[in-house]
């Protein structure tokens, strides 16, 4: 297993630009991957400190294909936003899904999000969204990131 310590090695520089620019997302803590496992969210690389990672989630990682590293606490602390890390980070490619492939209105309630620009808000919103039942959430450019950090612990995992 590879294991990296420095915070500016290449390979973690390049997750960190590829979080900013929205090309992955970042999946913290070993509930919320294995949420986004079980939602059909495939891990590109998944970053761990030592310990963190039991060995059934290695095992169901492992088997969806994504890259593991054994990472240090600095490491860890420029993947996340968080003032003390969860210990296990996930990256993956941020599910998209077009028009087309939304349930027909008439299947169910679809909800539509304008311009909703903190990102707390919107993953609040889509975690409700969910308990309620609804098949689809709409978000119209304006919107902010339902894949961004805050989103996604707002969303409880609702977002996948």
Do not use: Y
């Not at 590293?69 to 077009?98: N, Y």
Request: proline share 8%; aromatic share 4%.
């Amino acid at each position: 297993m590879v294991r990296i310590d420095s915070p500016t090695n290449p390979r973690v520089r390049d997750a960190v630009r590829a979080l900013r620019d929205g090309h992955l997302v970042a999946v913290e803590g070993g509930r919320a991957i294995t949420e986004a496992l079980a939602d059909g969210v495939r891990p590109v690389f998944v970053f761990h400190e030592p310990g963190a990672l039991d060995e059934a989630l290695l095992e169901r990682i492992s088997a969806a294909g994504a890259e593991v590293v054994e990472a240090s606490a600095r490491v860890m602390t420029r993947l996340s936003d968080l003032p003390s890390s969860r210990g296990v980070v996930a990256l993956a490619v941020p599910p998209r899904c077009r028009l087309a492939d939304l349930p027909s209105p008439e299947a169910s309630v679809t909800l539509l999000l304008d311009s909703v620009q903190d990102p707390m808000n919107v993953g609040a919103i889509l975690r409700s969204a969910e308990a309620f039942g609804t098949g689809a959430v709409i978000l119209t450019p304006g919107t902010a990131s339902p894949f961004s950090l805050k989103a996604l612990r707002a969303s409880a995992g609702s977002v996948f």
